[in-house]
């Protein structure tokens, strides 16, 4: 084990043995080098990585905290994971979608049950915005995001809403990439958002998966295509 | 930005754009400074950032390679936001299993499909590995893994071998935590292992849920039991 995965094992030693939170302060370099007895090098090429993992955050002027340790990290591996992909074709970005699809499938008897019969001006507003850029060609990500992180905010284990959220980062990032998507299927999606809506207020699961199913079919179809040639 | 953040997209870059795969060699760290146009150490901190992320691999007396791109960084995230999870309960574990759960349902008419009537003596081995540590009243987690990696990788999609060994990862990283499993409760785990591949080998979709759901039975009880004190 060399000195600096040493440092990095004694500074996670020392965030759960003094159970901190995220947001809260860690000791500052040089009180970690006496602490943990290593270098000074050792200490900052640890807290390096742990910033990587989004472990520990460094607040330039004010020192080190404890990090969000959100997903992020996956995140970036999954995107260059995607670009990496042998071949020209959107054969990655495909299995992301999947993923998705079956992830809302899955949830799908969890939503419903969360939503029905519950009224929420800040859903209804994403979709009404969606709606409203869709009518003017404009795709609508920050939105999308919006909607499907709140969708799945009732639900009680938050790991879900990470992992969509990742899977939904993954794909909002690689999608550039594509052609930019035709009119009519932007309206088509921003539709199936509210249809996803309605049929979980209704508490109608086959509705609600059927409604997810079609909010990524201009996707899908999209990623049938062959991809054009890199720039 | 900082120099050491350009150094990283830069380094990205040069990965994509020479099509490069996992496992092939990068350029020395002075030929990165030199065509990045960065200092040494803006290229050193990129890199450390880039291993911490598994899309560089440092071989010592080697030089660099395109890393591996792996899951392991979220294992990493999810471990250390497990242990950090709020309470002295297995809430976050509890969480994570529950998430093992749902893919495993959602993926089992793939699976069945993959093996209805297919013969595989290298899954027979680790069942009846686990049958016989699970007879001394020993834990099989190296078979286990084995087993359920093995029992994906006919599936298209390698994401879900993925998603689903990551969260297995956690899963064993965390359980040591617990008080040791009852023997009684290790031999119904190893059971239920061969009525999962039993299920799918005759195309019982339903069947292969149930037995699926029996596996995790033993931990899920375990779980619902209060976490002893921390060391």
């Known amino acids: 084990m060399t000195q600096a995965s040493t440092a990095m094992s004694a500074i996670k030693d020392y965030i759960l043995s003094h159970h901190l939170r995220p947001g809260d302060p860690l000791p500052t370099e040089s009180k970690l080098c006496a602490d943990l007895g290593v270098s000074r090098s050792s200490v900052r090429e640890a807290v390096r990585t742990l910033v990587a993992l989004d472990i520990v955050e460094v607040r330039h002027g004010q020192g080190m905290f404890v990090g969000q340790v959100s997903m992020r990290p996956m995140v970036e591996s999954l995107v260059f994971r995607g670009l990496l992909a042998p071949g020209d074709d959107y054969a990655s970005l495909r299995d992301v979608v999947d993923v998705r699809m079956t992830l ?18 800040v859903l209804d507003g994403y979709i009404d915005d969606m709606e409203e850029l869709a009518a003017e060609g404009k795709t609508f990500s920050e939105q999308d995001q919006a ?28 999608v550039p990439l594509m052609d930019a998507p035709a009119a009519e299927d932007i309206i088509t999606t921003a539709k199936a958002h509210r249809e996803m809506l309605e049929a979980a207020r209704r508490g109608d699961v086959e509705a609600y998966r059927e409604a997810t199913h079609k909010h990524y079919a201009p996707l899908v179809l999209a990623l049938s295509s062959p991809r054009p040639p890199r720039p």
Chains 1, 2 share one sequence.
Request: glycine residues 2%; charged residues 20%.
């Open 104 to 121: 809302d499938s899955a949830l799908a008897d969890d939503v419903v049950k969360a939503w029905k019969g519950r009224p929420d001006p």
């Open 147 to 174: 909607f499907h992180a709140r969708l799945l905010e009732p639900l009680a284990n938050h790991l879900w809403a990470h992992l969509i959220d990742a899977f939904w980062a993954v794909h909002t990032l690689t």
